[in-house]
């Protein structure tokens, strides 16, 4: 997507007065003085007045420089970077009222992808929601600007982040049995760490990554696109709100009264044995994350579902006897046990068979995947990391300093490096008490120093090479479908087998893993959001140190909110669901942090963990085959690509959860082909006020079922027994929810054509 020229400079007419001598001919012509961009805000307004007497020079990439091309030949998006606000031109940024609302987006955020994150192991970058946001509520003061809209939507899309690396990994210590209840001072420690470690690991691969490589950075494009046409009038802030008031009210209707099913799974015989079966949870939000990603990831989701549901389990039930299947479940599990046992009922057994071998299919494919991205990527990440490094050595004077363009000042190397000393301390402290064996306590002559310190070096190697990963899948296919999972999955790997090598028995090493693991993928998704924040600035004019504060302060606000949402979540689901409950249940699967748990777990102690290997190794060659069908298609040319990471996502979540992010999919898919063929243009990214219907269906539905959770974690039910096993009320109403946000995308082309 090619970034939009500022509107003044595209309309605007020949100044007045005698001309310019034109260039010699076969000389080139120089560049263009840029025109303050259009505004209604008193401080813009004053901008007239300072149009600058010569262009700032612009680092922009060359043909053949870095930034021609993405590694696999697909084009960058080169933009012409004349800034919308020009670099000698100093607007208000952090501002008192855009801190308040950034850091109150950034908890209400967070905290909706956290359950988004819990129920369908997919997050959605938040950016381009809290900028719609910013836009409507900044309106309402007699001074606002642009650059003040983007540091809001910079200061509560940490929130996102910082909540897609907790939810990935600190459930798992609950799933593994460490924790009883989330721990509420290890979980904020974790996410405010991490996430300012995120902050200063990528701050030498900023000019890197978006001046010099140029790379894409999807929704930090769509971002910027979405603020400027906010100055000029539209801001799509009707459309959040409709999808947040419906995706609101679905949730309550289904879960809060009990008016009808939350989820509907049909399930048959094949033969004597083999069961098959299909089911849909019904789920607004759900379908606005599949509208968000779009057909093809979507598609390959729902494949993924679609063949454990429908041949997997199949062949497990039918081939493997009756005992067999008894004896991968644990004895914790006596209600799986007895239903196997007796084959009865068929939708008990088919989820029992799911969870404890079919779905372990996906772990060996997400194992897979994960260390396929990192292959696959080796080179422009050595060349991001080796580049990053080398600036960050580099020494500058005060002079040079004083020359940066406004637009080019971030923070300092020495301030960098101190940060990251600083925040090393209490990480060296924390992992020799975690690390301790049980029962020491506080006695610091327990504490196990020489563990710590190898856990720290891990932490602090891993956590800048995995940032620059993070920040490097990033800007070629955005935050929403970074596969920064399989990042963190081998982060855990290293950090298990290094502790495994220094003694560290299996009560403690799992949950040590795990919470280096949390730091790296906290880390290291700061560091993509963190990238996407900064090439919206890059385009609009914003100083780059001011955003990097900026963030730091959202994830630290954001981290003090998680683990309370987390627990409620935790503590609704097991008192509505009892043992079926909880995290890596069907209602809250934790796709993410259930693969944490048995990958710790296993490495630590492969006979107590019972993981089903030969299931796992299955994953890991149908991975392989994904891979290499892949790389056919890319050969080819092909539009149709196969990531290894979004099917292996679909083959560990239920049935249920895939099939609905494929009816969003198949709508948004269905939507851009009415508006091609109306227009004759794709259907706009940043700017498509169906996006924005879907963001408001994840958020409203996500705030609606923290509230449920927390009324009934303190035993309040608003709950009716009449329609719990009534399906098509709920069915149809989604399909109207589907209907309303297809209209809304294509409103406005309806209203020209009529």
Not at 81 to 86: D, E, F, R, S
């Amino acid at each position: 997507m090619q970034s939009s020229p500022c509107p003044r400079v595209a309309a605007a007419k020949a100044p007045k007065g005698p001309t310019k001598p034109q260039p010699a001919p076969g000389k080139k012509a120089p560049p263009l003085k840029p025109f303050p961009p259009p505004t209604n805000t008193a401080p813009v307004r004053e901008a007239k007045s300072l149009i600058p007497s010569s262009e700032a020079p612009v680092a922009v990439p060359k043909p053949g420089e870095p930034g021609g091309s993405e590694p696999h030949g697909t084009p960058h998006l080169h933009h012409t970077n004349v800034p919308y606000i020009p670099a000698n031109q100093s607007l208000p940024e952090v501002t008192l009222k855009a801190v308040v609302l950034g850091m109150i987006l950034s908890v209400i955020l967070g905290a909706a992808n956290t359950y988004l994150g819990l129920k369908a192991g997919i997050t959605v970058a938040a950016a381009i929601p809290a900028a719609v946001v910013s836009l409507g509520v900044l309106r309402m003061f007699r001074k606002h600007n642009i650059l003040e809209n983007n540091m809001v939507q910079t200061i509560a899309s940490a929130g996102s982040a910082v909540a897609s690396g907790i939810l990935f990994t600190i459930p798992a210590l609950w799933i593994l049995g460490h924790w009883e209840h989330i721990h509420y001072v290890e979980t904020t420690l974790i996410g405010v760490v991490g996430g300012l470690l995120g902050v200063f690991f990528t701050v030498p691969l900023r000019r890197a990554l978006i001046v010099e490589e140029n790379l894409a950075f999807p929704e930090g494009v769509a971002t910027a696109e979405v603020l400027k046409s906010g100055e000029t009038g539209g801001s799509g802030l009707g459309a959040l709100l409709v999808g947040g008031l419906m995706g609101a009210t679905f949730k309550f209707v289904s879960s809060g009264i009990n008016m009808f099913a939350e989820s509907t799974l049909s399930v048959w015989r094949m033969g004597r044995d083999a069961l098959q079966g299909f089911g849909a949870d019904l789920s607004a939000a759900l379908v606005g994350v599949g509208y968000i990603v779009g057909l093809r990831i979507a598609s390959l989701v729902f494949i993924g579902g679609g063949f454990v549901w429908l041949v997997a389990i199949p062949v497990i039930t039918g081939t493997f006897a009756n005992a067999d299947l008894v004896g991968g479940i644990p004895s914790t599990d006596p209600a799986c046990i007895d239903a196997t046992k007796a084959m009865a009922p068929l939708e008990k057994v088919s989820g029992c068979v799911y969870k404890y071998h079919a779905r372990y299919l996906g772990v060996g494919a997400m194992l897979v995947g994960g260390l396929w991205s990192l292959i696959k990527l080796r080179k422009p990440l050595v060349r991001a990391v080796t580049h990053g490094l080398r600036k960050a050595r580099g020494a500058q004077s005060k002079e040079a300093a004083a020359a940066v363009p406004r637009t080019e000042v971030e923070l300092s190397a020495r301030t960098t490096f101190l940060g990251i000393a600083f925040l090393m301390v209490p990480m060296f402290f924390f992992y020799a008490w975690v690390t301790a064996p049980a029962g020491t306590g506080f006695e610091l002559a327990g504490w196990n120093w020489g563990v710590a310190a190898v856990m720290a070096v891990i932490m602090a190697v891993t956590g800048f090479l995995f940032s620059a990963v993070g920040a490097y899948m990033a800007g070629l296919v955005g935050s929403s479908n970074n596969p920064i999972s399989g990042v963190t999955i081998l982060t855990l790997m290293v950090s298990a087998f290094s502790l495994q090598f220094l003694g560290v028995d299996s009560m403690v090493g799992p949950a040590a893993t795990i919470f280096v693991a949390g730091i790296i993928a906290v880390g290291g998704s700061i560091a993509s959001d963190n990238l996407q924040d900064l090439k919206a600035g890059y385009m609009l004019g914003a100083t780059p140190r001011k955003q990097q504060a900026m963030i730091a302060i959202g994830a630290v606000v954001s981290a003090f909110f998680i683990a309370p949402v987390l627990q409620i979540l935790l503590e609704g689901d097991v008192q509505k669901y009892g043992a079926d409950g909880g995290f890596g249940s069907a209602t809250l699967p934790s796709a993410q942090s259930n693969l944490m748990a048995a990958v710790s777990g296993g490495i630590f102690d492969p006979a107590k963990a019972g993981l089903p290997y030969p299931i796992i190794g299955i994953g890991m060659l149908l991975a392989v085959i994904l891979i290499v069908a892949d790389l056919i298609q890319q050969r080819r040319g092909a539009k149709f690509r196969v990531p290894v990471m979004a099917v292996a996502v679909g083959m560990y979540l239920p049935i249920g959860t895939s099939t609905p992010i494929f009816f969003g999919g198949l709508i948004a898919f269905v939507a851009g082909w009415i508006f091609h063929k109306r227009t004759g243009a794709e259907m706009p990214e940043g700017s498509n006020p169906g996006i924005l219907f879907a963001s408001g269906l994840i958020a409203g539905e996500a705030l609606m079922g923290i509230l449920t959770s927390a009324l009934a974690s303190a035993g309040i039910t608003l709950r009716t027994p009449m329609a719990e096993h009534l399906e098509w009320p709920g069915a149809v109403l989604l399909a109207y929810i589907g209907f309303v946000m297809g209209y809304v995308a294509l409103r406005k082309v309806w209203r020209k054509a009529a």
